[in-house]
Structures are given as C-alpha cells and as structure tokens.
C-alpha cells in the first residue's frame, strides 16, 4: 500500500510539473537549470496581457484552470486552513521567515525577478522581462515599467538595489543567505540593473526564483517599520495578520499579471488537529493542510465532497547532530545512533503510510539532483551500537534531543528515543514551536545537541550549501569541513555537468563518513480539499507551494 501510495504521489507530481503554467503562453526560458553553459541571454517578452505567471496544477479531481462560462460562479472569500505551522512574521528579513507557510505569504504579496519555468525547464519572466550573462558573475536584467506597489509607488531598479541592502543586513534570514553574494549593484536605468556576484554560480538564478528573493518596497519598510514590509507588488495585498493566528488578503486589482479568481482570502492556523478535520467535515473552510494521517481516510472515503492531494516532500526528516558538542560531536557516539534507529519503525509511528523511511545511505533530498544512491545505508545492529557507544565520550547523561511540537515530529522523536534507550543512551525530549527550535539552533547560537528536523532541501542542488557551508542559514549541526567547503565552491563553477555530477558525488561520500546528520524518512503530505476547488499547486518543496489562484466553484 505505502509503495502504491508513492508511486501515485510521483505520478501526479510529475504531471502537475509538466502542466504547471501550460496554458501562459510564455516566452521561452532565459537559462539551463544544470548550468552547462556559460551564456546565457533570454529574449523573452512579457506574456501576453502582461502575466508571466498561469493557474497552476492540481491532484488528481481537480481542475487546474477555473471553468468559464456566465453560469459558473466562485465564492467570494476562499478559507483555507494552513499546515501545522503558523505564520510568526510578515518579514522577508526575519530569521524567522524559513517555514513554508511564511513563504506562501511572501508569493501573494510580492513577486520575484524570475520565476521557475516547470513546463519548458529553465526560468520565465516575473518582474524582470529579459536577462543576459556571460560568465554567470555579472547579470543584467531588464525590468517590467508597469509595475505599481499596492501602495501606488512605481517599482523601479532602485527597489531592486535597496532589497539587496536590506538583506544584507539581515543576517540569519533566507533573504540574506540569497543576496548575500552580491558584490555590486549597477543601476543602468530605471529598467535595467546590472548584478554582479563575488563568484561565478551557475545556480544563481535558482536562489532568484526563491520567495526569500520577493522583491520589497524599501521605501515603505524605512517609512513604516512596523508595516512597511506588507507593501508588495504582488497578486494578493495582505490586509489583516495575526502572529501564530491568522492572515487575511485581498485581491490586487491592479496587478501587472492575470488576476486572481478569489475576490480575499483567509488563512487560519487551527493547532488542533483533529478541529481541522471537524472544521472541513463542516463545511467551514475549503483547504486544510495538517489533517492527521489518521483522518485522510475519512474524507478519501468520500470523494464526491472531498478530494486529498499528497506530495513526497523533497526535505528529508533527519537526526542532526550538533558536531560541537563533546558527545555528539563524536563520531562513534554519532555510529551508536546511526545503527540504533529502525527507520521503518519511526516513519510508521510517525506517520503511517504517509511517511517513506530513508532507503539509501546519503544524506540528501529526495529529488534533489545528483543524488548518490550508490551509498548503503547504515543497518540497524543493536550489537554494533553498543559498541560504539562504549567506545564514545557519552557516560551514561541524559542529552536533550530538540523537536518540533508537531504529531509527526514528536511522535518520531519518541521512537527514536525509545531506541536509543535500547542501547543504554537515556534522551530527553524538548518540543518547540518551530520559529523557538529555529532561533535555538541557528550558526551563531546553536543550544542544541541533538535535533529532529527537516533539512530545507529543494530541486535546487544548491540548497544543500546553506546546511552544509560554514555559517548557512539551514546549517544546524555546526558542521564546517574543509574539503566539502572547497567542493561546494567548485560545484559553483562547474559548466560541465560530468564534472559537476562528481563534485557533488563524492560531497555526499564525505557527509556519510562524517554523518553530522542521519536521514529517516519522507513525509507524504496530504491536503483536504472541498469539491469545487482548483487552482492549488503544491510541490516537493513545501515552501513553493502556491495558493495564488485557488478558487471555489459555488455549489
């Protein structure tokens, strides 16, 4: 049943990749996501009727575009309960802003330079209608000149330049980790900007396509603190948020780009899991995130009022280690855990047949590319981690193992505690919320010696850098080796995708004999959706999910 389940959810990934943005009419791509080519010049113009963005894909019983028609009408307000992590900032620059729900706020209100081109490969217009790069070191982008704030202000190059200086004094936010390597900005125009990086990367477009790469208002931030990050050009105006409660947004009706079906939309974060489930049982809201693997079945055995859409979650559930720690920092104390998990036993406990354990011995995304899956993974052998464990700093102390208050997390934490008593190492359990674990656990603060979390792995190769580089925003074991450090910096330069596959090859060799963190499982996320919804696009990468063009079909 579990392998039917995830042969289906890569089914439908793989189709809704393919018809993701189909219906655009886009111009073409303006770069190689695999970067095996130096040039790069994109002649693409804006979409016809000035979108560059289109109603994207959806599961299985879902229309991806919106029925036409005088007879067909839409729900004014569409409700949608979030997954089980609240919204703690409205702020692209707050260490705070990595969880996916944040992330989906920051692709309402704002809108990017370039975004991901899933039909064709390669990247399309946003709010930059052409590039060009010759060395993948200096880029220049010539920009939309109708794009207005939903404040009234004018989007100019200069926003661009004054999002840059606004990162790069964020230090701990996603925003910085994406800007950071900017060396100079050349405003040529008001419509065209040079950016030119310290080193060349291939995959710099990709960290441009990221919602930490929303391009602000900086006037209006320096204007208004408090509010000012609310300012964005995108398809959606934010007009209510409440810290951890709820968001409320209106449609932009002065949009550059196709407007949006739904007229507002409300997104509440129920921490109950089982209200979320009454509450769509009711009739109450037309999307929730967070149902409980326990209650999917309930409304998959009523598909004439509901539909469950699943995604493989590229970002693996790991055991991170922190590596300076005088225990955990041990490499046997490291191989007595390695060998003490049974990752079939924690990903069911965790979450049933909506979680795929770790069957190969890498520590890396699902799909993210240049996957080693040629590395065995460590077996389960209570005799061998005894041994480690005698052999190891630890005397018999309790160690702290951090998680986040969510089921699946704490359900695994308690598993995997379980197991590690089998082999005489006592644990004990910590629940956070997730912006609290984030905050104890960062590269200049790490409170943590042993942590249950998600590595933010996306398709993106690249995103292993900020949990593998000295200093990265997602770089939660404290882990700096030399020689991954000079392989990641290669692997920014390598044109060629031989040499690349290999630089990235022998990165995860080194990781494994190093083993700063263990894969467990993959979550199979499940959504609920009512009858008559369309317009939800979800994605291998959580935070990429899109709810810009949902809508409701009235009954």
């Not at 702290?400 to 644990?427: D, H, K, Y």
Request: with cysteine; proline share 6%.
């Amino acid at each position: 049943m579990k392998k039917c389940k995830k042969a289906i959810a890569l089914a439908l990934f793989t189709i809704m990749c393919l018809s993701l943005l189909a219906a655009c009419g886009n111009g073409g791509s303006s770069d190689s996501q695999n970067g095996t080519s130096p040039a790069t010049d994109s002649a693409a113009s804006p979409a016809t009727g000035g979108g560059t963005s289109a109603p994207p894909p959806t599961d299985s019983g879902m229309a991806a575009q919106a029925p036409e028609g005088d007879d067909v009408q839409f729900v004014e307000n569409f409700d949608f309960i979030m997954s089980n992590q609240a919204i703690s900032v409205v702020d692209p620059f707050s260490p705070a802003a990595t969880i996916p729900p944040v992330n989906w706020v920051f692709t309402m209100i704002y809108d990017r330079l370039v975004e991901v081109d899933y039909e064709n490969g390669g990247f399309k217009p946003s709010l930059a209608t052409s590039w060009n790069t010759d060395d993948y070191k200096s880029f220049t982008f010539q920009l939309r000149s109708d794009v207005y704030y939903n404040n009234g202000d004018l989007f100019t190059a200069r926003d661009i330049e004054g999002t840059i200086e606004l990162s790069r004094d964020a230090l701990g936010s996603r925003a910085n980790e994406v800007w950071r390597p900017v060396e100079s900005v050349n405003i040529i125009d008001d419509y065209t900007i040079e950016i030119v990086i310290d080193s060349p990367n291939v995959d710099f477009f990709d960290r441009l396509a990221l919602p930490a790469a929303s391009i602000v208002n900086p006037g209006a931030i320096l204007a208004d603190s408090e509010y000012g990050t609310w300012i964005g050009t995108g398809a959606y105006i934010i007009t209510d948020f409440a810290t951890n409660d709820f968001a409320n947004f209106s449609r932009n009706d002065n949009y550059w780009g196709p407007a949006p079906i739904s007229a507002t939309q409300t997104w509440r974060f129920i921490p109950e899991v089982s209200t979320r489930t009454i509450i769509m049982q009711n009739g109450e809201s037309y999307l929730s995130g967070g149902i409980g693997v326990d209650d999917v079945q309930l409304f998959q055995a009523d598909p004439e009022n509901f539909n469950v859409l699943s995604n493989t979650l590229n970002s693996p559930i790991s055991i991170m280690f922190n590596m300076e720690d005088p225990v955990a920092g041990d490499i046997n104390f490291r191989k007595a855990v390695a060998h003490a998990i049974d990752r079939e036993e924690i990903a069911f406990f965790a979450a049933g047949e909506w979680a795929d354990p770790e069957t190969g011995g890498t520590y890396w995304g699902y799909r993210t590319p240049y996957r080693n899956n040629d590395i065995p993974i460590i077996p389960y052998d209570l005799d061998l981690a005894k041994e480690y464990l005698e052999a190891s700093r630890y005397n018999g102390e309790v160690i702290e193992m951090l998680a986040p208050n969510q089921p699946a997390f704490s359900r695994g934490a308690e598993v995997v505690s379980q197991q590690l008593s089998r082999i005489g190492l006592n644990t004990n359990i910590s629940l956070m919320d997730p912006a609290s674990l984030m905050a104890s656990t960062t590269w200049a603060d790490n409170r943590s010696r042993i942590l249950i979390w998600s590595s933010p792995m996306t398709l993106n190769v690249d995103s292993v850098r900020p949990c593998l580089y000295p200093g990265g925003t997602d770089n939660r074991t404290m882990y700096n080796n030399p020689e991954v450090n000079d392989l990641l910096d290669q692997a920014r330069v390598a044109f060629d995708e031989a040499e690349r596959s290999a630089i990235y090859m022998r990165i995860q060799e080194i990781i494994v004999e190093d083993m700063p963190m263990i894969n467990k499982y993959y979550r199979l996320l499940p959504y609920v959706a009512a009858a008559g919804v369309g317009g939800v696009a979800i994605f291998p990468d959580h935070s990429l999910d899109d709810f810009r063009w949902v809508y409701k079909i009235v009954d």
